[in-house]
């Protein structure tokens, strides 16, 4: 299975969840590839560094 958007609707929906929701977005896309190794983190940032 993969991870398509077909329509505007399913385009904001997404969105919608990546902003709310980021490591859930990311895990939720990222469960859709062939891993060798699960990863550890799914998302890491630091809006402090510039």
């Given at each position: 299975m993969s991870?398509?958007?077909?329509?505007?609707?399913q385009?904001?929906?997404a969105y919608t969840h990546s902003i709310?929701?980021?490591e859930g977005f990311w895990a939720e896309v990222a469960g859709?590839?062939?891993w060798q190794k699960p990863w550890?983190?799914?998302l890491?940032?630091?809006?402090q560094k510039t």
């Open positions: 991870y398509t958007i077909k329509t505007a609707e385009y904001q929906q709310e929701d980021p859709h590839f062939s550890d983190k799914v890491e940032w630091d809006f």
